[in-house]
């Protein structure tokens, strides 16, 4: 009971004062109700996707991995045990807001049944934390995989980091802040980007949007001011302006004094869909540009007319074939050949929802 009051006064007090920096604006209470009607259509499926995160044997459910709020994280264990399997760090998305680590429980899913394990990560929202404090949830959750998934049955030479949407900016920040620890003389660190095979950013931001040379970071701030997330609300989670480059990955790869740190990065592939109007697909195109021009294997894939959650939610609900979940399970399972063997024959994906629930869903989504 105990337990159960702090918890409830602590949800209390943050919602409050959530509440304080969004104000009571008509773009907030439209995207909630928009929010609503999107669920509601895509009920069915969470429904399902409850159903096994709840009652799967292969779901591990809220693993400590540090000691602050939050600082918990899911595994997505496959049925099959045979032999170490390769392993996918995930950190999900939110808005820096309402992140999850349940978020994920679709796509951990769908990745452990071709045998790959997921570890969602869950990290401090705002205003419990702010980026310092996501970025430093992320990598201790991180860190927890590289040294600790061999006893789960993974691999850790063979561990993939992935993000999605507020979540591709905040396990980017990881990466690239702890590529910097590496190259650091007398640096101790608890993983290394080395370690990472690959890292995949899926309809990632925060990168900035424009200017080839020099970027306007507060022209990013007037963008996302007139999506919704207000520029009181941004300035508060990125701990005002003049912290904005510092969590701007693309920005810090481009500093000739660290060189040495980004030759230390993973080959990065940038997912995105050319509909995407919450985080522009410029956004993936641009940075994966700045990473080829220092030096990086990285490559944009775009999805043309998918929009922001398209390629997390809609198409994996539909079934059949997911265009963006094959590229992915393809570059974790190349060199594998008995993997690919096996996904060249894995029966297609079972439909979550009715195609007409989805058309309206897309429609009506907030995001």
């Not at 904005?244 to 990065?265: G, W, Y």
Request: aromatic share 10%; with cysteine; hydrophobic share 40%.
């Amino acid at each position: 009971m105990g337990h159960a009051a702090v918890e409830t006064f602590l949800l209390t007090r943050l919602s409050l004062k959530l509440l304080t920096y969004l104000g009571v604006g008509y773009k907030w209470i439209m995207r909630f109700l928009a929010l609503g009607c999107y669920s509601l259509m895509l009920l069915p499926g969470f429904i399902q996707v409850g159903c096994y995160y709840f009652f799967s044997r292969q779901v591990l459910r809220s693993i400590v991995y540090g000691d602050q709020p939050r600082n918990r994280l899911d595994l997505y264990l496959p049925k099959n045990t045979d032999g170490p399997k390769p392993v996918v760090a995930f950190v999900t998305g939110g808005a820096w807001i309402i992140g999850y680590k349940a978020w994920g429980s679709l796509l951990g899913k769908q990745l452990s049944e071709r045998d790959i394990i997921v570890a969602c990560i869950d990290y401090r929202n705002f205003p419990q934390g702010t980026m310092s404090d996501m970025v430093k949830d992320a990598s201790q959750g991180i860190s927890f995989v590289c040294n600790n998934i061999a006893q789960y049955g993974g691999d850790p030479n063979r561990i993939y980091l992935m993000g999605q949407s507020a979540g591709a900016h905040i396990a980017a920040c990881a990466l690239v802040e702890q590529a910097i620890k590496e190259a650091s003389e007398g640096e101790s660190v608890t993983w290394r980007a080395s370690q990472i095979m690959t890292y995949f950013g899926l309809s990632g931001g925060v990168f900035p949007l424009t200017f080839a040379n020099r970027y306007n970071l507060l022209n990013l701030v007037d963008y996302f001011h007139s999506r919704g997330l207000y520029r009181s609300i941004f300035l508060g989670i990125m701990e005002g302006e003049e912290s904005l480059e510092r969590f701007s990955p693309e920005v810090i790869v481009q500093d000739p004094n660290l060189k040495n740190a980004v030759s230390l990065l993973p080959p990065i592939v940038l997912f995105h869909g050319t509909a995407d109007y919450s985080i522009p697909c410029d956004a993936s195109k641009n940075f994966a540009e700045t990473l080829q021009r220092v030096g990086v294997r990285a490559e944009s894939i775009l999805y043309e007319g998918k929009t922001h959650t398209d390629v997390f939610l809609q198409d994996p609900m539909r079934g059949g074939n997911d265009q963006m979940f094959e590229d992915l399970v393809a570059i974790v399972h190349s060199g594998d050949p008995e993997a690919q063997a096996k996904d060249a024959v894995a029966p297609p994906r079972r439909r979550l929802v009715p195609e007409l629930m989805l058309q309206v869903a897309r429609r009506v989504s907030p995001f």
